[in-house]
C-alpha cells in the first residue's frame, strides 16, 4: 500500500494490478501494470515524485517503475 495527498494505491495479485481511492473512499478504478514485469509476483508499492514503483518477486528482489493503465472502471 501506498499514498500521495490525493489517493491510496493497494495492490492487487493476479492480475497484478492497483487498486486506487481518493482520501474520501471513492474507488477511481483498478489498472493492470503493462511493464514487462506484470508476470512476476508484486510484493510492494511506493512512490518518488509522481512515478510509481513496484517490487516484484522472481526469485530475487526486483524493482521496476511501472505505468498504469485503466482496467476497471
Do not use: C, Q, R
Request: proline share 1%.
Amino acid at each position: 500500500m501506498d499514498s500521495d495527498d490525493d489517493y491510496i494505491y493497494f495492490l492487487l495479485s493476479g492480475p497484478n494490478a492497483i487498486s486506487v481511492y481518493d482520501w474520501n473512499g471513492k474507488h477511481y478504478g483498478i489498472y493492470k501494470m503493462n511493464d514487462g514485469a506484470k508476470k512476476y509476483e508484486a510484493e510492494n508499492i511506493f512512490h518518488i515524485n509522481d512515478d510509481l514503483y513496484i517490487g516484484y518477486n522472481h526469485g530475487i528482489g526486483k524493482v521496476f517503475k511501472t505505468n498504469i493503465e485503466a482496467l476497471y472502471e
